[in-house]
């Protein structure tokens, strides 16, 4: 079983092209649920999701071109970005005040449930991209999403079907003996 698991995880990609394909909210309560599973230290779930579909993504994309100062036709290619996929999830930092959880471990905590929740996407069936850069900061991006001063971006899950000219390859494996070291 658990060499099962290894293989599954071994075998996630990221999908840069997807179909309209999606997800239905019902569907992704329960994987949101198992993504909330993730360490959490003093169990702040430190962390929300925002779903975007349809217009919502139309509104993405507007802030992103206000954001770069854009007009014309550079701005509604920056604008179109957020329609590549039907179904974008925000991932969203939510920041607690905690004498022994530090901002970074919180911040931690949101990138681990976007992780395992790209993680089940993908064994659901479904291709999955974590877009982020510099937008996750931008001050129309922020009130688009109607985040909290409290609250961070972390970037967008971009999911959807799987296009069947996919090509199947995917990141060469790691050789883990350079990143896994013995303290004698």
């Known amino acids: ?10 075998a996630r990609r ?23 599973r993730v360490a959490d230290h003093s169990a702040l779930h430190p962390w929300r999701l925002i779903e975007l579909r349809g217009d919502a993504r139309v509104r993405l994309g507007r802030a992103f071109a206000k954001d770069a100062k854009l007009s ?36 931690a905590v949101a990138s681990g449930v976007a992780h395992i929740l790209s993680l089940l996407l993908h064994d659901a069936g479904w291709g999955v991209i974590w877009r982020t850069g510099h937008h996750t900061r931008s001050k129309a991006v922020h009130k688009m999403h109607g985040l909290a001063s409290n609250e961070r971006l972390l ?26 070291s013995v303290l004698e």
């Open 1 to 10: 079983m658990a060499g099962d698991l290894v293989s599954r995880v071994a």
């Open 14 to 36: 990221s999908y840069s092209r997807v179909t309209p394909d999606a997800p239905t909210h019902e569907e992704l309560l329960p994987l949101v649920a198992a993504a909330g």
């Open 72 to 107: 014309g036709e550079a701005a509604e290619k920056l604008a179109a970005k957020p329609l590549r996929s039907s179904l974008l999830l925000a991932v969203v930092s939510v920041r607690t005040k905690s004498e022994k959880v530090p901002g970074w471990e919180q911040d």
């Open 155 to 180: 970037g967008w899950l971009y999911v959807g079907g799987i296009p069947e000219d996919s090509k199947e390859g995917h990141r060469k494996t790691i050789d883990p003996s350079r990143f896994l």
